[in-house]
T-cell receptor, first 113, second 111 residues
Framework: NAGVTQTPKFQVLKTGQSMTLQCAQD?????MYWYRQDPGMGLRLIYY???????DKGEVPNGYNVSRLNKREFSLRLESAAPSQTSVYFC????????????FGPGTRLTVL | QKEVEQNSGPLSVPEGAIASLNCTYS??????FFWYRQYSGKSPELIMS????GDKEDGRFTAQLNKASQYVSLLIRDSQPSDSATYLC???????????FGSGTRLLVRP
């Protein structure tokens, strides 16, 4: 039982490149979330998926797209990376939308040059 | 305007002391509150949740909520060096799926 897994752990991109961050959970959770964490800013919600087949914008969705591929997997895509997207990205899941405990993955550290 | 405010710290306490971490929130509609602990380079983990006014105790941790003052706190009794981490306060309105996080308070427990 791995919980929430994320790939890759580290990534360096050049401005304008694209990439997809992968997230998977094996807890049979319905809801999944993508956050970014910047120094002094705390965690900010990018997108979330309350249930399979639905996605909604969070606080900072600009420059990102998401896909809820199935119940287990929720990916985050950067179509044209910008230095402002340098951050640590966390995926999280919860049993149901808004349920108290969100379980977080180990994070992806992304640097955009 | 940040909706959930925390002092960034660091808050430094000696081993065995009580650490008091504070959080204020701006939205009176917030109903549920959470404390997450995050070790350096790691992901956040939930340590306490609180929904009604008053105190809630779990082992060495006590969460306190005062909705009139829009204030949440976390007390850590008998602080240990292993408690040294960043503590994130989060709030959620019942009508929303979203958690709003504060920027965190760094706690340092000195041996």
């Amino acid at each position: 039982n791995a919980g929430v897994t994320q790939t890759p752990k580290f990534q360096v991109l050049k401005t304008g490149q694209s990439m997809t961050l992968q997230c998977a959970q094996d807890m049979n959770h319905n809801s999944m979330y993508w956050y970014r964490q910047d120094p002094g800013m705390g965690l900010r919600l990018i997108y979330y998926s309350a249930s399979e087949g639905t996605t909604d914008k969070g606080e900072v969705p600009n420059g990102y797209n998401v896909s809820r591929l199935n119940k287990r997997e929720f990916s985050l895509r950067l179509e044209s990376a910008a230095p402002s997207q340098t951050s640590v990205y966390f995926c999280a899941s919860s049993e149901f939308p808004g349920i108290n405990e969100q379980f977080f993955g180990p994070g992806t550290r992304l640097t955009v040059l | 305007q940040k909706e959930v405010e925390q002092n960034s710290g660091p808050l430094s306490v000696p081993e065995g002391a009580i650490a008091s971490l504070n959080c204020t929130y701006s939205d009176r509609g917030s109903q549920s509150f959470f404390w997450y602990r995050q070790y350096s380079g790691k992901s956040p983990e939930l340590i306490m949740s609180i929904y009604s006014n008053g105190d809630k105790e779990d082992g060495r941790f006590t969460a306190q909520l005062n909705k009139a003052s829009q204030y949440v706190s976390l007390l850590i009794r008998d602080s240990q060096p292993s408690d040294s981490a960043t503590y994130l306060c989060a709030a959620r309105m019942d009508s929303s799926y979203k958690l709003i996080f504060g920027s965190g308070t760094r706690l340092l427990v000195r041996p």
